[in-house]
């Protein structure tokens, strides 16, 4: 049984059909990515999937159970976290209190206290930064700092929407070698990147959408190879 399973998925914005039917799964431990063209429906598909935005149609079942209809902060309870394009980070609060704030579901102190350790492991520049104000951070400061709010919550799946977007290329290497460590320490990853080459060279399988719907899907290496995929979204 997959981790996640979408069936069959709509989403509509008043008249018009954002989301016209995509099915897909994420296995656990994998690490997936869905790409495709600015417009494409992929922030879309990540907000139905974590309870941000209501479906028209279709099903969403996460390790077993239908979340369909569930709302977004029980779909975190739930062990799933949401890290949003743009970062969206708390500007007037310190790193460490947005780091805190992503740990709300959590009531272990003790157990807390071992998670801010590891994201400090994996981000070190926030440890340095820990009581500086979050909206004083670089922007791929700022990025780490989504990331590591996200995973305070210690989530079975994360997905995460253009981690890349607006960074320098070193800021960008950065990011997919965590989001590498992230996969090996266990988590299940389910990506959105404009970055498709970078996005399928960390991949596992893919799906791309087109216009609201899944176009093509397959292993991340058979995808890097497909002409359609090499002329649409490689740039070759």
Known sequence: M????????EV????????????FEVNEG???SLIGANGAGKTTTLHAVSGLINKAGGSVTFEGKDITRVPAHKIVYMGMSHVPEGR???AQLTVLENLKLGAYTRKDKNELSETLKKV?????????RKNQLAGTL????????????ALMAHPK???MDEPSMGLSPIFVEEIFNIIKEISASGTTVLLVEQNAKKALSISDRAYVLETGKITLSGEAKTLMNDESVKKAYLGE
């Open 2 to 9: 997959a981790m996640l399973e979408v069936k069959d998925l």
């Open 12 to 23: 509509n914005y008043g008249m018009i059909k954002a989301i016209k039917g995509v099915s």
């Open 30 to 32: 994998e690490v997936i």
């Open 88 to 90: 969206r980070i708390f």
């Open 120 to 128: 400090y492991a994996s981000f070190p520049r926030l440890e340095e």
């Open 138 to 149: 670089s922007g791929g400061e700022q990025q780490m700092l989504a990331m590591g709010r």
């Open 157 to 159: 799946l994360i997905l």
